[in-house]
């Protein structure tokens, strides 16, 4: 069988790329490292028509975020296989994969403190993303060679111009439970945006618009 073990070190702790390498090859997946994409780190896509597993990361993910991402996407594979798609994408039965699999990575003590942490925290009841976990995503950033923590929505100041990546560009406000009020200032409507949605600052000036 062959050993992907060198290519992989190259995005994941060195220790951990043996048990990957060992995973794609036990179950025959199309494992590919993805170009950046701002919707996902990364996808499963399972069998169809006599094509194999396919797994797909993100290249540009600091080594934690690429394995964590990994492991999430394996869960999807060890899931289908036991279920087909007879049960919810992330229910109790991927949850309980993930957990499985993420148990030989933590006895190997390769994630930093603050990681570990907040896995145990995200691991009390696994989401759709580690995206979607405000203290995870915020850990693993930490972790980035270049941290771009302005970029995040919950880091401007109050009343800071910027822009989504589709172009829209808001105002940001005051905020509500687990979201920021902000107008969108060419139609004067206001949407709740997530606090770690990355934008591109435009205005730091308060009072552009009220």
């Not at 994630?111 to 925290?121: C, S, V, Y």
């Not at 405000?134 to 880091?155: A, F, G, I």
Request: net charge positive.
């Amino acid at each position: 069988m062959p050993d992907f073990s060198k290519q992989l070190s190259q995005y994941m702790p060195e220790a951990a790329a043996p048990i990957i390498s060992a995973w794609i090859n036990d179950t025959g997946c199309q494992f590919r490292i993805s170009r950046s994409r701002r919707t996902k780190l990364g996808d499963y896509t399972a069998p169809f028509r006599g094509a194999p597993h396919k797994i797909s990361v993100n290249h540009d993910l600091n080594p934690y975020a690429f394995l964590i991402t990994t492991i999430h996407e394996f869960a999807h594979l060890q899931t289908w296989q036991q279920h087909k798609h007879q049960v919810k994408p992330h229910g109790i039965e991927w949850k309980n994969h993930y957990k499985q699999l993420m148990a030989p990575f933590l006895q190997l003590d390769i994630f930093p403190a603050d990681i570990r942490q907040a896995i145990g925290q995200y691991m009390e009841n696994p989401a759709a993303s580690s995206c979607t976990d405000v203290h995870l995503y915020r850990t693993l950033r930490m972790h980035d060679n270049q941290l771009t923590k302005q970029r995040l929505v919950e880091s401007l100041p109050t009343n800071s111009i910027f822009a989504l990546e589709n172009g829209r560009i808001f105002q940001k406000g005051e905020k509500l439970r687990k979201r920021y009020k902000c107008l969108e200032l060419s139609t004067d409507r206001t949407y709740l945006i997530h606090p770690i949605a990355e934008v591109i600052l435009i205005e730091e000036a308060a009072g552009i618009k009220k």
